[in-house]
């Protein structure tokens, strides 16, 4: 191994690490390849192979475990080794909130590693494989494994689901397994899959309390991978964000909706709204508001038909960047939302500030609401201070026929949630406007 700077080569065979090993550096690789693999007794599975561009070997840097796989470069390989010391020192020196979000995907990243490994380690006559084969049966072995773990799932799923008082969204392992597969063993990168048109956006309708009509729907984004099943946003959207891919997406995301929107109003005399949502990482990209103006423009819809939404704890995050740019893109005529409201720590007063036309009630307080009074008392009070301050309010999360008598008790305008609708392909969506205009159908 000749070291220069940062610059390390590694002939083929020699080990960038072995599993078990304390992480001393974390690799990008500059040119040539590197293989991923666990050993168990005399056999080896490989579990991917990295090339050009890819990082290896940050996970022991970041939560200081040992080595959970061995790296061994497969051809004369040039990478860039950052060693601990560096790492821990810019580390040291970066925002605690960095710090803080470092850690969690990095062990949110390991643990979903770990399960795969699991699944591995049930393989009954994995020591007696030879290793080629083992690596030939790979995908077949993985695909069994997952497809009985999911039937287990989907009945543990089911009964959870079922279970009184559970309101929470079906986020099982399986889907946990699918995406660890895409990253670990096809390492399928989010760009090649904006190239392959594998994302795909739904719209999950909103419903006017006062008509009982679909106003608007908000887009959500699902990665349908190459067997079909769809991947959600929790699973990539954080890796997107880490490796700078949500600007691209992003803006796909913005095209996709604004066309739909276009299409609903050349389709429907009445009028339905459209919503994006806006991550945090997209308000460093200083060209934004302008090219979000494009979008729109290019798509032919009128801008006050489109919704950004934004979190509250985006807002939290990064002030000063999103506030001005909420302004211009206000200015732009386009409509904005502040999401997920009550799980930050922002104040009324402070809201005032910026120029917001919706806020959406997080649905923690909504499902809360029936059997907690002091949910039932936030959403009374979030309500009549956002009309007060000139917003009207859409409730998330909306799940049951008491929740809908509770909320239009409260003068709440719109509503969103399982009780309507799940969040629909663009088809299926025009369909359920359609049937409710032919069949005069309510919500
Ligand atoms: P969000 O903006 O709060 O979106 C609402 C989420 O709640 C959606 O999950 C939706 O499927 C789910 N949901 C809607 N109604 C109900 C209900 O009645 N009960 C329950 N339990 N859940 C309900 P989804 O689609 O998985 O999206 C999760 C988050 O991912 C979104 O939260 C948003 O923060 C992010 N996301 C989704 N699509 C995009 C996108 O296109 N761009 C960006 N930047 N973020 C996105
Ligand atoms: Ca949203
Ligand atoms: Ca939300």
Not at 186 to 207: C, G, N, R
Not at 339 to 348: A, E, K, M, N, W
Request: aromatic share 10%; proline share 3%.
């Amino acid at each position: 191994m000749v070291q220069k700077d940062f610059s390390t080569y590694f002939d083929t065979g020699d080990y960038l690490f072995k599993e078990g090993d304390n992480g001393d550096f974390a690799y990008i690789i500059e040119s040539g390849s590197v293989e991923i693999s666990h050993s168990r007794g005399n056999s080896k599975l490989v579990l991917s192979n990295l090339g050009e561009g890819d990082v290896l070997g940050e996970m022991a840097i970041i939560d200081k475990l040992p080595r959970s796989a061995t790296a061994q470069a497969t051809e004369p390989t040039q990478v860039i080794a950052i060693p601990l010391d560096y790492i821990e020192e810019k580390i040291t020196e970066s925002d605690p909130a960095i710090r803080l979000f470092l850690r969690i995907i990095m062990s949110r990243y390991r643990d979903m590693r770990d399960r795969f490994t699991h699944v591995f380690e049930g393989i009954e006559d994995f020591n007696k494989t030879p290793f080629q084969e083992e690596t030939a049966n790979t995908t077949a072995k993985i695909d069994n494994i997952l497809s009985q773990y999911q039937s287990i799932q989907q009945r543990l799923n089911t009964a959870v689901n079922t279970a009184p008082g559970n309101h929470e969204e079906n986020f099982g392992s399986e889907q946990t397994l699918i995406s660890t597969k895409l990253l670990v063993t096809q390492d399928k990168s989010i760009k090649s899959a904006l190239q392959d048109e594998e994302f795909v956006l739904h719209y999950q309708p909103i419903i006017d309390f006062k008509s009982n009509q679909i106003i608007g729907c908000e887009a959500l984004i699902r990665w349908a991978d190459s067997s079909g099943k769809l991947i959600l946003p929790w699973e990539f959207m954080p890796r997107a964000e880490m490796t700078g891919l949500i600007i691209d997406l992003g803006y796909w995301i913005a095209k996709e909706a604004c066309k739909f929107q276009k299409r609903l109003t050349s389709q429907f005399l009445q009028p339905i709204f459209v919503s994006i949502n806006l991550s945090g990482k997209q308000f460093e990209d200083a060209s934004l508001v302008n090219s979000l103006a494009d979008i729109m423009d290019e798509a032919g819809v009128a801008h006050k038909m489109i919704k950004y939404e934004i979190t509250e704890s985006l807002l939290m995050d990064n002030h000063e960047l999103a506030s001005n740019a909420l302004h211009r893109l206000k200015e732009t005529g386009a409509k904005l939302a502040i999401d997920d409201f009550g799980t930050g720590y922002s104040s009324f007063s402070y809201l005032h500030q910026l120029p917001f036309d919706t806020l959406k009630i997080d649905r923690s307080f909504v499902s809360a609401m029936a059997n907690n009074l002091k949910s039932y008392e936030i959403v009374k009070t979030l309500v009549h201070l956002s009309h007060d301050l000139g917003m009207n309010v859409i409730a998330e999360g909306v799940e049951t026929k008491f929740e809908v008598q509770m909320l239009k008790q409260h003068q709440t305008d719109y509503g969103q949630g399982y009780y309507f609708s799940r969040s629909l392909p663009d088809e299926t969506f025009i369909q359920l406007v359609e049937n409710q205009i032919t069949e005069k159908t309510e919500f």
